[in-house]
């Protein structure tokens, strides 16, 4: 049976932030070479490397059969080093991503460089077997571009092969196949995911990272001028998560992304720091060169909107885009660690861009998390330069989202702004997408504080991520939306003009409680570590020892809520560090402490609720564990209050948040209509009961009301690499003055109420 509940809309508030709802894309989990790059040759240029990922080199991705070289002599351009010379008989085989696919009917445009040693040679090149057929021929001389257009006889995945006739000997490079669009030209963006992201309507996107902006180390740098200009001639460097980056998609890309998606561009570029969660130290741009730097970013606004009368508006409109791409924000840093050196290079850019720039939005960064060291330097440091807007990031599992949906109630709309660069709820589970979905309307409520929002990461290739959650998965074939996008989807379809408070009667937050009993465990993932000394709540133990198979160790038996556990560690071999886990099995919650966390250069004391972990203090900057040295490890648990030191250092003290969750949510928004004011509204049942909201509306009148439902799923349903467990059904209803809407256990609805008299 149905529990009702009232939902009392009020009268209209603040202006609704306009550009509330955006994109964030960074080339992670393959999501753009292999992705939203239409390309569908890997590695044809020849450029991959061990620096990339162990055991790559200019010939992944190929096969041969007969005589196939890479070469260095007489590149075809300095940024595209090497190529190869195949002597006939010979066959090149590519084995693009997952296959080459090509669809019956669907014209496909192949083009490389090619350079024959003495007399002409044609090139045969062939999709699978048969599916496509083109030729080409190469001449000799100095290279040239050639293009092949085929059409494919059949639908289907194979190998692409370039046959070289016996006696020929030719050299090739930067060789490519991409669809052709109605317009007869190649296409950049691959259709069927570039439809996904128009879909959800976004207001912005913001690019290219996220960490890829600032890279592992100074060389590792994203530098947008290295990425514009003809393909073949654009830097490529290896990226930190783990593989290439070809820049196929560089910032003419990522602009014309924009346009494509109806979206405002913000572009991220590093502070003059590389990434703060490298193995080696932060480094800073030498101060003799941020002159240069600022000035790169200085020039990266007039390509973005200057004139065709200014230096860089002309390079823009040499490539092909006279008109300004319409640029309002500039994203300076990211989760950067506030240091001295730090302080210094972002003070400058800063200052630079708004001096010449006073139009243009900057936002700073507050650090990698929703509070903690970095995120409180962050922004004591906006503050102090009065920067207009900041970047905060929250990566948190479902209980921190329902306790945290009037978080921006308590900021000061007199202080900066914030972008909501990055969130996600921990997981592709229904309970991640309704928590996000309440956490969203909160934000929906504050618009005289936060203006941007949007979920990471966004694209993920199956079997190719290095992280999760993910809000699209995609296969070679598929496109396989999270709940979590169904979600955003809702949210960017339907927007309003005028925020309205929102009053509910007949339900009650869920309390959040300390578990009474529970264990102690040890674990050492990758590491063998010896545990001596141990005292657990005044019992001595015998010694324990964890190996490197990540198979816990049990100590004893434990009250959450009042505990002491105090032992010296040592690790023996590995690289990494230890974890003590206080509290019973999953899915009730418990904590674990992590000594040598995050490349074993933190601590941080962690909670998992429901089988998904959150950051609950830290994590702390720290040396380190460090094999033949003994660590002095102390935790106490009394009530919500957790200490842990390391070597007598109190490195964790805090009260765990027992807050109740709110896990019956609604918002409401208005608009002027045809008929007058249109009423958005979304409504979050996270709870195992099924409810009715009698909404009722501050204007009198019959009303009909078109929504959206997503249900059908329990909160556990959904993984990473799975389309959404969840249905959507559209909802049609009538009332007078308001309207009942049935919402089935764990659903999210959104949609509009208009006036019908």
């Known amino acids: 049976m149905s529990e009702r509940f009232n939902v009392r809309v009020g009268a209209p508030g603040a202006d609704a932030a306009p550009d509330l709802w955006g994109l964030f894309i960074e080339d992670l989990n393959d999501a753009l070479d292999g992705g939203l790059n239409a390309e569908s040759v890997r590695n044809g240029d020849f450029e991959f490397n061990e620096a990339d990922r162990e055991g790559w080199n200019a010939l992944t991705a190929w096969s041969t059969v007969g005589q196939v070289e890479v070469r260095r002599e007489d590149p075809v351009h300095a940024n595209n080093a090497h190529h190869v010379r195949v002597t006939g008989p010979a066959v090149l085989v590519n084995e693009g991503w997952d296959g080459v696919g090509v669809a019956e009917g669907g014209r496909y445009r192949l083009a490389c460089f090619v350079r024959a040693q003495g007399e002409p040679a044609r090139i045969e090149a062939e999709v699978g077997d048969g599916l496509a057929r083109a030729a080409f021929v190469a001449d000799p001389g100095g290279w040239q571009r050639v293009e092949a257009d085929f059409t494919a006889v059949a639908a289907g995945r194979g190998d692409l092969r370039l046959t070289v006739p016996a006696g020929a000997v030719v050299d090739l490079d930067c060789v490519s196949l991409r669809p052709i669009g109605s317009d007869g030209e190649p296409l950049t963006f691959r259709p069927d995911l570039l439809q996904a992201l128009q879909d959800l309507k976004p207001s912005f996107i913001r690019f290219p990272g996220g960490c890829v902006a600032h890279g592992l180390d100074l060389e590792n740098l994203y530098h947008w001028k290295r990425t514009i200009g003809p393909r073949h001639e654009r830097e490529q460097i290896r990226n930190m998560w783990g593989y290439h980056q070809s820049r196929q998609i560089g910032y003419v890309e990522y602009f014309e992304l924009c346009q494509a998606t109806g979206a405002t561009p913000i572009p991220i570029v590093a502070a003059g720091v590389c990434c703060q969660h490298t193995p080696s130290d932060t480094k800073a741009i030498p101060a003799d060169e941020m002159d240069a730097y600022v000035q790169d970013v200085l020039d990266l606004v007039e390509f973005a909107n200057g004139g065709t009368d200014t230096t860089w508006g002309k390079v823009r409109a040499e490539l092909g885009r006279p008109e300004p791409f319409g640029l309002k924000y500039l994203g300076i840093g990211n989760e950067d660690q506030i240091t001295d050196a730090f302080r210094d290079r972002y003070a400058r850019i800063e200052d630079a861009v708004r001096a010449a720039h006073p139009e243009i939005t900057v936002i700073g960064t507050t650090g990698p998390r929703s509070s903690g060291p970095d995120y409180d330097a962050g922004w004591a440091y906006a503050r102090e330069r009065g920067t207009p807007m900041v970047d905060e990031h929250g990566y948190q599992n479902p209980r921190w989202f329902h306790q945290n949906t009037e978080r921006y109630q308590a900021y000061d709309p007199a202080e900066a702004k914030v972008y909501i660069g990055e969130y996600a709820g921990r997981s592709n589970k229904v309970r991640s997408a309704l928590a996000e979905a309440a956490y969203m309307i909160g934000l929906e409520r504050r618009p005289e504080v936060v203006r941007l929002a949007s979920y990471a990461p966004l694209l993920a290739r199956v079997g190719h991520k290095q992280w999760e959650p993910d809000l699209i998965y995609f296969t070679a074939d598929e496109v396989l939306p999270s709940a979590s996008y169904f979600v955003q989807r809702g949210f960017g379809a339907e927007r309003g003009e005028r925020v309205h408070a929102i009053e509910l009667e007949g339900v009650q937050g869920e309390p959040v409680v300390i578990p009474r009993e529970g264990t102690v465990k040890l674990f050492s993932n990758g590491s063998t570590v010896a545990f001596t000394d141990v005292v657990l709540d005044g019992n001595r133990l015998p010694q324990v020892v964890t190996g490197p198979d990540g198979e816990g160790v049990l100590l004893g038996r434990i009250d959450?809520?009042?505990?002491?556990?105090?032992?010296?560690?040592?690790?023996?071999?590995?690289?990494?560090?230890?974890?003590?886990?206080?509290?019973?099995?999953?899915?009730?919650?418990?904590?674990?402490?992590?000594?040598?966390?995050?490349?074993?250069?933190?601590?941080?004391?962690?909670?998992?609720?429901?089988?998904?972990?959150?950051?609950?203090?830290?994590?702390?900057?720290?040396?380190?564990?460090?094999?033949?040295?003994?660590?002095r490890v102390r935790v106490n648990l009394e009530g919500p209050r957790v200490r842990v030191w390391v070597d007598d250092e109190l490195r964790h003290d805090y009260e765990q948040d027992l807050r109740p969750e709110q896990r019956v949510v609604a918002g409401a928004l208005s608009r002027a209509g045809e008929r007058g004011t249109e009423y958005v509204l979304r409504l979050v049942n996270a709870t195992h009961t099924a409810r009715t909201a009698a909404i009722e509306l501050p204007e009198a009148g019959p009303v009909s009301a078109s929504m959206t439902l997503m249900s059908g799923a329990g909160p556990d349903a959904g993984a990473p690499g799975e389309a959404s467990p969840a249905t959507l059904v559209d909802v049609t209803t009538e009332g007078d003055n308001g309207i009942d809407l049935d919402l089935p256990p764990w659903s999210f609805a959104t949609g509009v109420i208009r006036c019908v008299g």
């Open 560 to 631: 959450p809520a009042a505990t002491d556990l105090a032992f010296t560690a040592e690790r023996s071999e590995g690289a990494g560090g230890f974890v003590i886990r206080l509290g019973p099995e999953a899915p009730q919650s418990f904590l674990e402490v992590c000594v040598g966390a995050w490349l074993n250069k933190m601590t941080v004391v962690m909670r998992s609720d429901d089988g998904i972990s959150n950051d609950e203090d830290g994590p702390v900057h720290w040396h380190g564990v460090r094999t033949g040295e003994p660590v």
